[in-house]
C-alpha cells in the first residue's frame, strides 16, 4: 500500500528547513521554567520565555523518539501497536456537552463519561477507550481527572488515555494506573495509556502542558505533542504556513519530552485546520482539515514517528448529512495517508463541543469501514480466483459458488447500522433514519453492558483509592 | 501528489496476466454479430457467440486509445479534459425515481429531467451536464432519448452524455449533437459528449451496449467502457477476484471500440461493488466499492488511460447520516486515488434506484470540498510564509494581518451549505438540518435559473427535431 502523499521528498525538506530556521531565529515562549532550564542546558538560547532552538539539537532529540511502541491493555489481545502502517481509533475527547435525540443537547456529567467508555468498550473498532470523552460536569473539578482514571481502567479492558491537564494530572494517571498495571518500572516497559499534551498556538507552550509533558516523560509514559494551528486565526491563512507552525510547535514538544527522557514514547500529532472566514472561529470540518491531515502524516512518516491526524470531525451542530461526510473525509484521509493514531474517531459534533450518542455509533460504522478499506487487496491465486472465473465463464453465477461460501464472511465488510434493504421492506419495518437506528442501539448496547472482570484486590485498592477522593 | 495505491507494480502484472489469460482461454460472449465478425476479422477464434481473446491483441489494441482527451462545451470555457491529474465530476445516471422531502419518492419526470440538468448546469462542481439523471417516465419510450438530448443541449452549455441504450439512439445522439456542434468531422475533432457502455457480467456484451460502442467510435465519439462486477453475486466474492472479471470486460470493451476506430477516446471505467450478503443484492455504499475504486484507478493508470470509479453513492434509503458518508466515501477514494471521471458525483439515492433533489445539493458541496483535497498544497515562500511567521512571532494573531487578507478568498474552501455557525445562533435560525436546507436551496436555484443563451438559428433547427419526434 503507498499511502496519498502531497510533498516530493524535495518539498518535505524545505518545510523542514523553514520549521527549523523559525525555531532558530523566532523561537517559541515556554512558560514553564523547568522546561526552560532543560533547553538551557541542551544548548537553547534563552531570552525570558522565549527558547530559541539550535537545528542541529531538534534533529538529534527527534531521531531518539521510537518509530513505532506498544500500548499495553489490561486484556493483552487489546494490545495497540502504534506506529508503521497501523491505525489506532479512539474516541471523542474534551467535550463539554454531550446530546441524544431523547433529551437534547446539555452539559456532560460523569454518567455520560462512563457510558462513552462503556460504547468504546463494546465497539469492535474502537482500540483505545478514550480521555476525556466528555467532561463530568456534576462533580468537583479536582476530582474530575481521578474519575475518569478510575471509569477508564474499570468499565474497558483496553488502553486509555491519560490527563492532558497538567503535572499533578499526570502524576495521578501515573499513581493509578500503577494500582492496577503494576510499577512504574514494570509500566516503562509496558505504558497502559497515552496522553495528549498540546500547544498554545502560534509558537508556545504553557505549564500545564510542559508540566504535563515532562512528568509523563520521565515515566517513560507516551504522549501525543500535538498542534491546532487555526490557518487564518492563529497561524498563516495557507495551509502550508499552518504546516509550518504546526511543524515548528510539534518538533519543540519532542525535543522536550527526548531532553527528560531519550526514547520517550510520542506521536507527532497535527490536528491543525481553517478559520470560517464568517465567523472567525474554528472550522474543522473543512475540507483544510484533511488536507493538513495528509500534510502531517508525510511530515510524521519523514521524521519516522507515528502520526496522529483525522478524527470524524464535525462542525454540524445536529446530526444529519453534514455531521456524516464531514466525519467521512477526515476519517477517509486518515485512513489512505498513513495516520496511525486518530483521536475523535467517535461522537465529535459542533467542532469538539459536543459528544453525540448517536454519532458515536454512527462513526463507530465508518472506523470499520475505514479499517476494511485499509486492509485493501491481496494478490494471491486463492484471491484473484482465476480457475473459479474460467469455471463459471460468461452468463454464469457466483451466489451458489463454493469460493464464495469460502470466503464471504471474511472478504466482505458486514455492516452494523447500514440499510441495504429494497425500499419497500426498508418502509415497512418503519422507514427509520440512521441516525433513529442510531438511537436504538446505543441504548440496546448500553442495556446489555458487562464490565469486565477485574481482580478482586486490583479493584479493591482501586476503589480505596478513588473512595479518598471522593471523601476530601 | 502521489495518489493512493495498493499494488505494487508485479502485482498490477499479475493481475494484467490472470486478466489476458482468462480472455484468452475462457473469452467472453458477444451477442452482437457485427462485433463477432470484427474481432474474427482481428484474429479471435469464435465458437458461437463466444470470443477468445489473443494477449497480443488486446494488448496492441489498448495500446492505441489516447490517455486524455477534452470534451468541447457549447461555452469553450467550460470544456473539460479527461485524463491525467484532471477530476471531472458528474451527476447522477440512471435512476428511475426521483425524491424531494416535499412530494417524497415517486416516478421520475421530463420536468425532473429539465430540473436536474438546470442543477447540474448552476453548480460550479459539475462539469459535464449528464445524461440520463433521472428515467422521464411520463413520455414515450421511443422518444426519450431525443428528448434528454435535447434538453441537455438547451439546459447547460457544458458537455454531456450521449445515450448508452444501443445503435439507433447513439446516431440520434450524434445527428442531434451535430445540429449545435458543427459536421460530423468537426465533432470527430472536437467531441462535445461521451458515453456510458456497459458489459454484461459476467464476460458478456449485449447487443446494445456493441451496438452503441460501434456506432460511437465509428463516429470517433468518446465512450466509458464500464464494467459492475458484484463481488459474490456475478463475480467472485474476493474483490481482486471481481477485479479481474472487471478487467477483461473493460479491456475486451476497449479492443472493440479500437478495432471500429483506432485512437477512439475511451474511459477505462469500473464501478464493481460487492453483494449485501444478507439480501443477495447490490451494495454501493460498501467499503468494497472504495477498494475497488482504487483498484481501478491504479488499473486505468497502468494501462495508461483515463480512469472512472467512485461517485456520490450510497444504499441509504432516505437523505441521512448514512447516504452521506457512503457518498463521501467513495469521493474521497476517487479523489485520492486519482480517478479521472466520476459518474454520479451528485443525486444517486438507494443504490442508483433514486435520484435525491436534496441529496443533488449536499453532494455538491462534497465535490467543492473534493476539488479542494484534490488542490493540495502549494509549497512556494509566499504560502510558507516564513516571513510572517517570524513577524507575528509567538503569541500573536493572523486575523488582521495583510497575508491573510491577500490570501483567504483562494486558500480556504467556501462553503454554500455548511453550518459552521455556533449553537445558539443556529438554533436561533430555526435549527434546520443540512437536508432541510439542501431542500430550500434546490428550489432557491431553480427558482432564479436562467438558460444560457443559444444561436437563434441552431436553436431554431433543434425545435425542429424534437418537434418532429414529438408529432410522430
Same mark, same amino acid.
Given at each position: ?162 490527563? =492532558?491537564? &497538567? /503535572?499533578?494530572?499526570?502524576?495521578? $494517571?501515573? !499513581? ?10 514494570? *509500566? ?120 496522529? =491526524?483525522? &478524527? /470524524?470531525?464535525?462542525?454540524?451542530? $445536529?446530526? !444529519? ?10 476519517? *477517509? ?123 478482586? /484486590? ?15
Amino acid at each position: 500500500m503507498d499511502f496519498f502523499k502531497y510533498f516530493s521528498t524535495n518539498q518535505i525538506q524545505q518545510i523542514h528547513e523553514t520549521t527549523l530556521s523559525i525555531m532558530e531565529t523566532t523561537g517559541l515562549v515556554f512558560t514553564y521554567k523547568p522546561a526552560r532550564d532543560l533547553f538551557a542546558k541542551a544548548g537553547c538560547k534563552i531570552d525570558g520565555q522565549r527558547v530559541f532552538f539550535p537545528k542541529k539539537l531538534v534533529e538529534e532529540q527527534i531521531k531518539k523518539a521510537p518509530s513505532q511502541f506498544t500500548l499495553y491493555a489490561r486484556n493483552s489481545e487489546k494490545n495497540v501497536v502504534i506506529g508503521g502502517d497501523h491505525i489506532a481509533f479512539m474516541p471523542c475527547y474534551g467535550a463539554p456537552f454531550v446530546n441524544d435525540m431523547d433529551k437534547g443537547r446539555r452539559q456532560g456529567t460523569l454518567e455520560d463519561f462512563n457510558n462513552f467508555a462503556k460504547l468504546a468498550y463494546e465497539s469492535p473498532y474502537m482500540d483505545i477507550t478514550g480521555g476525556m470523552m466528555t467532561e463530568p460536569n456534576d462533580i468537583p473539578v479536582a476530582n474530575r481527572n481521578a474519575e475518569r482514571i478510575y471509569s477508564s481502567m474499570i468499565f474497558s479492558d483496553k488502553p486509555f488515555m491519560g490527563a =492532558g491537564t &497538567g /503535572a499533578k494530572d499526570a502524576k495521578q $494517571t501515573i !499513581d493509578m494506573a500503577s494500582i492496577v498495571f503494576g510499577s512504574r518500572e514494570e *509500566m516503562k516497559k509496558k505504558p497502559p495509556f497515552i496522553s495528549i499534551l498540546c500547544s498554545l498556538t502560534p509558537l508556545a507552550f504553557d505549564d500545564k502542558m510542559c508540566g504535563g509533558i515532562m512528568e509523563y516523560a520521565n515515566a517513560g509514559m507516551p504522549q501525543l505533542i500535538s498542534s491546532l494551528a487555526i490557518a487564518g486565526a492563529t497561524a498563516p491563512v495557507t495551509m502550508e504556513g499552518t504546516l509550518v507552525v504546526q511543524n515548528a510547535e510539534i518538533l519543540a514538544g519532542i525535543t522536550l519530552a527526548q531532553l527528560v527522557r531519550e526514547g520517550t514514547p510520542v506521536v507527532f500529532a497535527g490536528s491543525s485546520s481553517a478559520t470560517a472566514m464568517r465567523y472567525g472561529t474554528l472550522s474543522i470540518g473543512a475540507p483544510e482539515m484533511a488536507v493538513n491531515t495528509a500534510a502531517t502524516a508525510q511530515m510524521g512518516r519523514f521524521y519516522n514517528l507515528p502520526v496522529r =491526524g483525522g &478524527g /470524524a470531525l464535525t462542525d454540524a451542530k $445536529t446530526v !444529519d448529512s453534514q455531521a456524516a461526510y464531514e466525519s467521512m473525509m477526515s476519517m *477517509m484521509m486518515a485512513t489512505m495517508s498513513g495516520i496511525n493514531f486518530v483521536l475523535h474517531s467517535a461522537g465529535i459534533l459542533e467542532g469538539y463541543i459536543t459528544a453525540s450518542y448517536e454519532k458515536f455509533i454512527i462513526d463507530n460504522e465508518i472506523c470499520g469501514m475505514c479499517k476494511r478499506i485499509k486492509r485493501g487487496e491481496e494478490i494471491t491465486a486463492e484471491k484473484l480466483a482465476a480457475d473459479v472465473i474460467n469455471e463459471v465463464g460468461p452468463g454464469g453465477e457466483y451466489l451458489t459458488n463454493l469460493h464464495t461460501f469460502k470466503h464471504f464472511k471474511t472478504e466482505l465488510y458486514t455492516p452494523v447500522m447500514e440499510e441495504r434493504d429494497n425500499f419497500e421492506s426498508w418502509s415497512n419495518k418503519g422507514g427509520l433514519t440512521m441516525e433513529q437506528r442510531a438511537n436504538a442501539r446505543y441504548k440496546e448496547i448500553l442495556e446489555n453492558y458487562k464490565e469486565p472482570d477485574m481482580d478482586n /484486590a486490583v479493584r479493591k485498592d482501586l476503589d480505596a483509592y478513588i473512595n479518598a477522593i471522593r471523601n476530601t
